[in-house]
């Protein structure tokens, strides 16, 4: 089977990407995270960029990641892609279910670097990715929260069944979607079937920014299963 990259953001739905893609029988050699122009944060969900190392320390797979701005992310990217190109990588895992200019994108810098894109769990539904998540034991809490469905109490959260019945809840009177693909919420992923050791948070503040309430990490430890 080829080897791939599995883009990496640090939340669920790369996880279970990851996780589908290994069981699929692709040979998953790196994680690939794009983060801020200092290197400290990263640039999909804000996560400490430290913290997205000390995950790939606890899956025990390397990460590969890029410094980049607005300006710049597509060629930083693509020249990461074209690298592990050059060490025999033909592909890269995403996480997206169902967001087409994503996956259009995806596809676009793949071919750039002459990679095949996978999207395992593209257009499912995805109360069902949900329950697969929660099923397959994997551990992961809220990070962030959109101010308009959800207060910072839901900060910490661990996705459970608890949390799917509360989405469901919800979801009568507002547009949430399940899985949280238009940002209502981003998780950061603790442990699971394919994790070596579990990811503890140990420091962590709150703050509000933007109409959005975020969990900051500021220290991580990694500990036995």
């Known amino acids: 089977m080829p080897s791939v990259f599995c883009s990496w ?9 990851l996780y589908r893609a290994i069981n699929s029988g692709l040979d ?11 290197g400290a944060r990263s ?25 980049t701005t607005n300006e710049n992310y597509e060629e930083v990217f693509v020249d990461m892609l074209k690298g592990l190109k050059k060490e025999g990588i033909e592909g890269g895992v995403f996480g997206d279910i169902d967001y087409p200019p994503h996956r259009e994108w995806e596809e676009m ?6 990679m095949q894109a996978y999207l395992p769990l ?21 990070i962030t929260v959109k101010g308009d469905f959800f207060g910072e109490e839901m900060l910490g959260r661990k996705i459970d069944e ?58 991580t430890g990694l500990t036995d299963k």
Request: charged letters at 25%; a negative charge.
């Open 122 to 142: 593209w257009q499912e539904n995805q109360k069902a990715l949900m329950q697969e998540f929660i099923d397959a034991d994997f551990e992961s809490v809220i």
């Open 43 to 67: 640039r999909s969900h804000g996560i400490s960029s430290e913290v997205i190392r000390m995950q790939s320390k606890a899956l025990d797979i390397p990460i590969i990641q890029g410094c």
């Open 9 to 17: 953001s640090g939340g669920k739905d790369c996880c279970l990407a």
């Open 162 to 219: 608890y949390f799917l019945s509360h989405i469901k809840e919800l979801s009568k009177n507002r547009d949430i979607t399940p899985a949280g693909e238009a940002g209502e919420y981003h998780t950061l992923v603790v442990d699971g079937p394919i994790f070596k050791y579990r990811l503890a948070l140990l420091e962590d503040d709150t703050i509000e920014k933007d109409g959005y309430h975020f969990l900051q990490v500021s220290k």
């Open 28 to 38: 998953v050699q790196y994680l690939v995270n794009t983060v801020s122009e200092d």
């Open 109 to 114: 810098v793949c071919r750039r670097a002459d």
